[in-house]
């Protein structure tokens, strides 16, 4: 029952530094993404926890964000045998800003991401958040993220799993 741990981090954030120190610690194999070069990898954290502080901890799809021991060992199935003199309780325990670097270029992916187009692999409609789709009572501004599952393509009737993302550059 092995589980499948990622961590989405930045080479200068000392959080991330910690939650792989903590699951080195553990012996809690995971995979590394380094975000700051991996733009890929990025995507997928902005994606899965809608934000862009780092580190990111996916447990099995379960994302954790930012350094948080209690909900590591949680997640983890660790006991906690010792309690360790650490009293830095914070919810900070993330790189936010500056600190870390990257995060005005990971605004611009976020802010991207949000804004993003999207195509009926079928007919070729696009959805444009700005437009909405008012005749399906789709609100002007509304994000493709946050159409009902019941939508379908205003032109061919395919469904909203038929939409590809499309990437602007
Ligand atoms: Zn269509």
Do not use: H
Not at 13 to 30: A, G, H, Q, S, V
Not at 37 to 54: F, G, I, P, T
Not at 82 to 110: F, W, Y
Not at 119 to 130: E, I, N, S
């Amino acid at each position: 029952m092995a589980q499948q741990v990622k961590v989405y981090s930045t080479p200068n954030c000392p959080w991330c530094k910690r939650t792989k120190k903590f699951l080195d610690e553990n012996n809690i194999p995971y995979q590394g993404f380094d975000v700051a070069s991996d733009s890929a990898a990025r995507d997928e954290m902005v994606s899965s926890s809608k934000q862009l502080s780092v580190p990111v901890v996916d447990i099995d799809g379960d994302i954790l964000v930012g350094f948080d021991e209690e909900r590591l060992r949680q997640k983890l199935n660790l006991l906690q045998e010792e309690i360790k003199v650490e009293t830095n309780k914070a919810p900070a325990n993330r790189c936010t800003s500056g600190m870390c670097g990257q995060v005005d270029e990971m605004k611009q992916v976020l802010a991207a991401l949000r804004a993003s187009k999207y195509k009926c692999a079928v007919c070729g409609y696009v959805y444009d958040p700005d437009l909405g789709d008012p005749d399906s009572g789709i609100k002007p501004g509304t994000l493709f993220d946050d159409i009902p599952d019941d939508w379908v393509c205003p032109v061919c009737g395919s469904a909203k799993r038929e939409f590809d993302r499309i990437e602007e550059v």
